[in-house]
């Protein structure tokens, strides 16, 4: 949040505030992402994850195939939940099953998997047109069909796929053996909960659908943002508190900053300079610095190759923790475990996503 407020402030000295400030700011995706917090962090005090998290154990005989589950969660969830959504959902999550292992096997486990769910959400959400927002925006201004994005993007997603279950494998190997069954040590960390407030459940529940027919555009943001307001000012107001406002922050900064940038004549002429047929590696490197999403705003004022683009902002997502705002989501989550933790994730997130775009990039010349 420092970084991206540092960023915004000084791009005012270039482009001096006024009425177009407020055009930058994407208000639903501030809104929704608002409500989605709200909503999980209201499930999470209801306990739902601390169930979900011991049914999912009980179903699986070893570790190995929680692991799986919850990064192919991620992976195909964000498609139709947007890869923000599925990371607010199930990151959680990971890290109360993580805490159920053995010690030295949660320890091992803890970074890697909320790197994995969050390479498996930003390159699961590619695959269509609803998975994230610059997918969206793009396939709409390009006219295409989604049949014609799906069919764009399907080796690439498709590969990821490949990739991440040859990960999981590898790290399952590396990973520490414990003595006894380790299922029964996983499960013995549970307590026992009280009974679930039903009308908390439900209520939630339906917010939580509402939101995702937000995220398919079908009716406004206004809608849950007002529900979920009310909702929590009338029955649960001391969640609202929990959410993490410092992220909205960031969010705020990032696009103000973003939206300077596209102001300064500059760096306009350096855009029109460099893009001519060179629009994929452009979003890619673009996107490291600015987030895919902003990149594909600014980016798609300068050439009519949308195809180019969308395949270089997916891309893009992967690389620097910014490169994907989606990621920043998972890395809040990890500096709230552990702020110590927070280098040794950056490490790990950082390499694992160089690994997966060198991989993305080989496909795409191969396919060009």
């Known amino acids: ?63 190995v195939g929680v692991i799986r589950l919850l990064v192919l969660l991620c992976f195909f969830l964000s498609m139709v939940i947007t890869n923000d959504v599925a990371l607010i959902t199930f990151v959680p999550l990971a890290l109360i099953i993580v805490h159920k292992l053995p010690k030295e096997l949660g320890n091992y486990w803890l970074l890697k998997i909320v790197a994995m769910q969050t390479i498996a959400a ?17 396939y709409a201004r390009a006219g295409m069909s989604a049949a014609e994005l799906i069919t764009l993007m399907l080796p690439y ?8 279950l040859i990960w999981i494998q590898v790290a399952a ?42 995220v398919a555009r079908i009716i406004p943001y206004q809608i849950p943002l007002v529900l979920v307001l009310i909702y929590m000012l009338l029955r649960n ?31 306009s002429s350096f855009l029109e300079r460099i893009m001519a047929g060179r629009e994929t590696l452009t979003a890619v490197l673009a996107s490291q610095i600015m987030s895919n999403v902003p990149a594909a705003l600014l980016l798609s004022g300068f050439t009519d190759n949308y195809r180019a683009l969308i395949v270089g ?16 989501i998972s890395f809040k989550y990890i500096a709230k475990e552990n702020r110590n933790l927070r280098g040794k994730y950056l490490g790990i997130f950082t390499a694992s996503n160089i690994i997966f775009m060198i991989f993305m990039l080989i496909l795409y010349f191969f396919l060009r």
């Not at 959400?125 to 969206?136: C, E, K, R, V, W």
């Not at 902002?313 to 920043?328: D, H, P």
């Open 237 to 267: 107001r001391e969640n609202i508190s929990r959410v993490d406002y410092s992220l909205l922050a960031t969010f705020i900064a990032l696009f103000i900053f973003i939206g300077n940038l596209g102001r300064i004549p500059q760096f």
């Open 122 to 138: 930003n390159l699961g959400s590619m695959l269509t047109p609803i998975g994230n927002p610059q997918n969206l925006y793009l």
């Open 173 to 214: 190997a590396k990973a520490p053996h414990v003595c006894g069954s380790e299922k029964d040590k996983t499960l013995l960390g549970f307590s026992d909960r009280k009974e679930l407030n039903m009308e908390y459940l439900a209520a939630y529940l339906i917010l939580f659908t509402i939101c995702l027919l937000t």
């Open 1 to 63: 949040m420092s970084i991206a407020v540092i960023l915004a402030l000084l791009s005012m000295f270039w482009v001096r505030p006024d009425k177009a400030y407020f055009t930058y700011i994407d208000f639903r995706t501030l809104g929704l992402l608002f409500c989605l917090m709200a909503i999980v962090t209201g499930l999470k005090a209801v306990g739902v994850f601390d169930i979900l998290a011991k049914k999912l154990l009980m179903g699986t005989s070893e570790t």
């Open 313 to 328: 902002t997916n891309i893009g997502g992967l690389g620097t923790l910014i490169a994907s705002m989606a990621s920043l």
């Open 157 to 164: 997603s498709a590969t990821a796929l490949i990739l991440l």
